[in-house]
């Protein structure tokens, strides 16, 4: 079975700061995707950025990246120019790609991301 | 494009009664799943179905179950609900291209189990 980890209940920065939220993760697979999905008041999971785990290049998508440790299982998302919108729940997900996705999205707990003005 | 919708967004039932939550996935989507999320942690897969048939399931007791219909849109069932049922029920979906590209969310059913 697999186990998402994220250490950091909550956090706070201001408008315009980076800031980076932590994730491991613990697998005995070898071929899996990691997500980071948002969750706003609205309660809607909106997915932030993916990573397939046999790719070394980390994922971009404009101000959002991840550092991907394979060896060390660790996911962080770093988000630059935080912006007051950014304000929600994250949480790191992991999927195996055995079986095509059919046991699900393993989640971590979440990480509180307060942006402050 | 229609993203996911669920319904209804509220319901509050009574321990030992059942639910059926209702999930119409984005328009292509023929894949999809329900997670059960309790306040303060992160969403529990529960089962997964694919054409209409459930191909994966997470650790739920058998009183949790779906269907999936031929326009792809689902239902989850919970019979004899207990106080701990009391969660949001996410539905999420996804098209043929494969799992790497993530699944699409609707805002989910608040259930509360008084």
């Known amino acids: 079975a697999q186990t998402v980890t994220q250490s950091q209940p909550e956090m706070s920065v201001q408008e315009a700061e980076t800031v980076t939220l932590s994730c491991t993760y613990d697998t005995s697979e070898n071929n899996y995707y990691l997500f980071w999905y948002k969750q706003p008041p609205s309660r809607q999971m909106i997915l932030v950025i993916r990573?397939?785990?046999?790719?070394?290049q980390n994922a971009t998508e404009n101000r959002f990246s991840v550092n991907f440790q394979k060896a060390a299982k660790s996911f962080s998302l770093k988000i630059s120019d935080s912006q007051l919108g950014d304000t929600a729940m994250y949480f790191c997900?992991?999927?195996?790609?055995?079986?095509?996705?059919?046991?699900?999205?393993?989640f971590g707990k979440g990480t509180h991301l307060i942006i402050q003005p | 494009e229609t993203g996911v919708t669920q319904s209804p967004t509220h319901l509050i039932k009574t321990r030992g009664q059942q639910v059926t939550l209702r999930c119409s996935s984005q328009s292509g989507h023929n894949t999809v799943s329900w997670y059960q999320q309790a306040l303060g942690q992160g969403p529990q897969f529960i089962f997964q179905y694919y054409r209409e048939e459930e191909n994966g399931r997470g650790n739920f007791p058998p009183r949790f179950s779906g269907l999936q219909f031929p326009n792809y849109s689902s239902e989850l069932n919970v019979n004899a609900l207990e106080l701990d049922d009391s969660a949001l029920y996410l539905c999420a979906s996804r098209d043929g291209r494969g799992a790497s590209y993530g699944y699409t969310f609707g805002s989910g059913t608040r259930l509360t189990v008084v």
């Open positions: 990573q397939e785990a046999y790719k070394q």
């Open positions: 997900a992991f999927m195996k790609l055995s079986g095509g996705g059919a046991d699900g999205l393993t």
